[in-house]
């Protein structure tokens, strides 16, 4: 899959280090759907995780990237759409093996425990791995409630 739109979205602990993701990604070319947060006040994570997630389970995104304290709260919230296989991620490696094992098509990142330019490294090494299929295939094919 050739990624060309990625969705954002973020609670108030996740947006010191959105504006970065962003720009890092306008600048390798990328469309970017900023769902919010636009400032540092108090919100509700969930009011941001659902129509980022939502713009990935239609198609209107390739891939999606959430950010908030822990990373719980906006993983729970978006992979409670049938689509969408949110990862929490902390380190880089974590990040590749979710997109290439597990197919994952949205990153949860928790921003009180990484830095930013491990945020940015994480991004960059999900956005460009690819779905390895074949076993992983099966084992993601499993993995939707029927």
């Not at 891939?63 to 296989?85: D, E, M, P, W, Y």
């Not at 084992?139 to 409630?145: A, D, H, L």
Request: with cysteine; net charge negative.
């Amino acid at each position: 899959m050739k990624v060309k739109k990625i969705a954002i979205g973020c609670d108030h602990a996740g947006y010191p280090y959105k504006d970065a993701i962003v720009k890092m990604l306008d600048e390798k070319g990328y469309t970017v759907l900023d769902f919010g947060t636009h400032t540092p006040d108090s919100v509700d994570y969930p009011d941001f995780a659902h129509p980022t997630a939502n713009s990935v389970e239609s198609g209107e995104a390739d891939l999606g990237i959430l950010l908030c304290g822990s990373g719980n709260g906006v993983s729970i919230t978006a992979n409670k759409h049938q689509k969408i296989r949110a990862a929490l991620c902390w380190q880089k490696e974590i990040a590749e093996l979710a997109r290439s094992h597990n197919d994952a098509n949205m990153i949860s990142l928790p921003v009180r425990f990484i830095s930013e330019s491990m945020a940015l490294d994480m991004v960059s090494t999900f956005i460009t791995t690819e779905f390895e299929g074949g076993r992983h295939a099966r084992r993601t094919g499993k993995m939707p409630c029927m």
